[in-house]
């Protein structure tokens, strides 16, 4: 079973399927052309970073060095980091680091 | 020239989770766990005469704490630490016993902001498996891709003019490949203090105290294959591979640990006499410099650290 991500884009809306049982990320890359950006798949890089607007998630642990607690509550995660427990919609964000 | 400096002794790595780093360094990259103690697991690559080479932390963040050389003998660690003194860098000396079995360390900030360390005593278990006499070829119970050696590190940092100062004039390192921009300006430098292509390298990077990766010696090309084909069977994230370097011509792979701390593992490369002119790769040619065969750099390579 799996669930859809709802990504947006400016005022763009794009849909695809997740799977149910992988971190977000992992569910994107799969497909070769994933519309958040690819980086370690381990929570230390930080490229992947998005603000999830809509929905629910389990999370792993993300370095510090790009997700600080004020970033956890407001939604902000990497995505390699999220296994989907509903339906999602997410902003992706810029690369930078917020050390 | 040398001033004693004689090899990568070790390198601590942060994680995000201890047992998952295990899954990584132990069962897939072959590294043999030797010791435990609260937050740090120690690790050797089995033809390592030291007891440990690779310290895993579990932190809050990825990345490198350190990384530390083995000097000839307390005499040369007491000429290189007041060496860095004189030429302004601040130590920290560290006591013996700090790290496990291992003696005082000399610790100091490079000016890309790295964290290394020199040390001359570490307990000595031998090569791992077999005996120092009459040794068999090698040990029957190695787990992965069977790692021999802890061999490099990449780091990424802002003042690569000044670590190679630093590294040259004081730790006496050779400059054996570097690349340039159209400017002659330095990007990327590959730093020897032995008989291999790099012990340490640097490229240019507007942050400092990146990490790259660290990586690990296999034998042969087939075993840098057989790396890959571990990499698959564990479902390990691949960053790039198996191919060859332009920079430096070893064979190599690269793959990421589960906190996102990138490895490599590699075969082959050149060998390196003091005698020898620099080689030089031009920025312009980066990607076949990076990768020999894609001649095309992937964005990860440059953006992807921790
Ligand atoms: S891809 Fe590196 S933190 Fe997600
Ligand atoms: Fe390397």
Known sequence: MGFTLHIVHGDQLDSQAIAADLPLLHSLARTGHSPIKVGCKGGGCGVCKVRVV????AAKPMSKAHINDNDKAEGIVLACRIIPTSNLTVVPMSTTTNE | MKKGVMRPGHVQIRVLDLDEALDHYRDLLGLIEVARENDRVFLKAWTEVDEYSVVLRQADTAGMDFMGFKVLDEGTLDNLRQALIDYGVAVQDIPAGDLPNCGRRVRFTAPTGHNFELFATKNQTGKWGIAD????AWPRDLKGMKATRFDHCLLYGDDIDGVLD???????????????????????IFLTCSMKEHDVAFIKHEEKDKFHHASFY???????????????????PLDIGPTR??????????????SGNRTEVFAGGDYFYPDQKVVTWE?????????????????????VLT
């Open chain 1, 54 to 57: 809509d929905g629910s998630y």
């Open chain 2, 133 to 136: 006499r009459n040794p068999e």
């Open chain 2, 166 to 188: 630093l590294f040259v004039e004081v730790l006496g390192f050779d400059l054996a490949e570097q690349v340039i921009d159209p400017e002659n300006n330095k990007v990327g």
């Open chain 2, 218 to 236: 296999l034998n042969t090309w087939e075993d840098v294959l057989r790396a890959a084909d571990l990499i698959s069977m564990h479902d390990a």
């Open chain 2, 245 to 258: 370097h332009g920079l430096t011509h070893g064979q190599t792979i690269y793959f990421f640990d589960p």
């Open chain 2, 283 to 303: 920025v312009e040619q980066l990607g076949k410099a990076i990768f020999y065969h894609d001649r095309q750099l992937n964005e990860r390579f440059l953006s």
